[in-house]
């Protein structure tokens, strides 16, 4: 594994916890989650990009301004937000859910 890359996980809301017996899940992008710390604090949207170097998230929604104008998504640390949708679509990312294994 790349020194570039972190180890890091969000929480999964109650619900996602029990039906999967699973604390924490590292967030993909197309996943929906809620910000449960900081200025952003609960604010709900789809996480549009993962900065894995980071180890920080962008939810859709979640916008700053710049100093020059505009704005820009403003970067979450993973651990601030709480994962209550979860995308099934990569067959690898299921089975390690579900508990049957799936490698790295």
Do not use: C
């Not at 890091?8 to 993909?28: A, V």
């Amino acid at each position: 594994m790349s020194d570039d890359w972190m180890t890091f996980g969000s929480r999964l809301s109650d619900e996602l916890r029990t039906k999967y017996g699973k604390k924490t899940l590292r967030p993909r992008k197309g996943d929906s989650g809620k910000i449960v710390r900081g200025g952003f604090k609960g604010i709900e949207g789809k996480v549009s990009r993962v900065d894995g170097a980071k180890g920080k998230v962008y939810v859709e929604g979640v916008n700053r301004e710049k100093i020059a104008g505009g704005t820009s998504l403003a970067a979450i640390d993973a651990s601030k937000v709480v994962l209550t949708n979860i995308v099934l679509d990569d067959k690898l990312r299921k089975r390690k859910i579900e508990g049957e294994g799936g490698g790295a």
